[in-house]
């Protein structure tokens, strides 16, 4: 294997080297009626079967996070997965969906990824099975350009609930962003706040998010999984729509973004994953939590705006213990 740069933090290791991550993980067998067999383990074997086995636990999942494949030929270490036709990735959408239903409470709420193509299906899906509110399309950077095309920049979620009794957190999903023209009334700040590094607002969010970045190989998040979601993309749905202590569930868990996501927001997970090289990264990942729970643009209650100086003081202070340590 080709040696890394110094600074290149991906997390890639082998099954061999990994070993005593891949033991951590628990298998589809272990699965019994108790919710103790579930949560906050990363679960190695089929979803579908996984899921079916779940059921004798009952509805115990307060959120969905989902992320299957896009409807796109991908390789995920050995797991093909092959483009179908829109009727054909419609029931494969079905079958994995009714399967995660019966494991959720009545006020849960359910987030789905997807790109644009793929989106059409599943937003036509979940209308048939839920109350969908909302789609967030969220700003990638990277891709590919396009001969006779626009360049694939965006991804999209789409936002849906049981019911019409669904947590949704708003304080807990403000932005901060930069005030250029600060106003004032009698010399102090209106919705604004001063602070020594520049004026700031925190914002509602919008369904348009353009303050994410994809992990990158100098980030400490990053691993060599082909369709790694960013933690903060995930902790702004976690935070919105679960509180401390409820079980979020995720049924194609790749590389461990949602099961380590809410193990730093301390919330509890089931994470579900075929494939075991991404099961030895996912176990890293957590036991790097367990030590730095820091989330990339995620800092004292606040979603900062990328590039921001508050982000940049924490990167320093943390590549500075790094060092020490």
Known sequence: MKEKAGRNKTIDLQIDEGRTYLDRCVRTGSVTDSIESVTDQFILGDCFETMDRM????????????????????????NRFNKKSFEEYREFTKAWLEKALPLLKPSASVYVCCDWRSGLVIGEVLQEYLYVRNRITWQREKG???????????????????????????????IRRKVLAPYRIEGKPKDWEETGSGNYRNTCPSNFWDDVSVPYWSMPENTAHPTQKPEKLIAKLILASSNEGDIILDP????????????????????????????????????????????????????WERNSQEVKKHQKKSKKQNKID
């Open 55 to 78: 059921r004798q636990i009952g509805s115990f999942a307060d959120l969905l996070i989902a992320d299957p494949p896009y409807n796109l030929d991908k390789d995920y270490n050995g």
């Open 144 to 174: 590919r350009g396009a001969r006779a095309n626009w360049k694939n920049g965006m991804e999209d979620i789409w936002f849906a609930t049981m019911g019409n009794e669904y947590t949704f957190n708003l304080e807990s999903v403000k």
């Open 252 to 303: 194609f868990a790749g590389s461990g973004t949602t099961a380590v996501t809410a193990k730093k927001l301390k919330r509890r997970f089931v994470a579900i994953e075929q494939n075991e090289l991404y099961g030895v990264w996912a176990q890293k990942r957590l036991e790097m939590a367990d030590s730095d729970p820091w989330i990339q643009g995620y800092r004292d209650g606040v979603f």
